[in-house]
């Protein structure tokens, strides 16, 4: 997941997506972009990663 303030979303997932891959040596990477301050966030700032993953599982379903 990767929020953005981009107009091309698709650019920025392209290019995160490349730049995991190439790090960390990894294929098939699936990002996600969503628009700033659209993931949940704990009261400290943290993403409430347990509910973005509920979430892209509830999403998949449909």
Wanted: aromatic content about 2%; cysteine-free.
């Amino acid at each position: 997941m990767v929020e953005t303030v981009h107009p091309d979303r698709a650019a920025v997932a392209e290019a995160v997506r490349q730049a995991v891959g190439e790090r960390l040596g990894l294929s098939g990477v699936v990002v996600h972009t969503v628009t700033r301050n659209q993931l949940p966030r704990t009261t400290s700032g943290k993403w409430r990663r347990a509910e973005i993953r509920r979430r892209l599982s509830e999403e998949a379903r449909r």
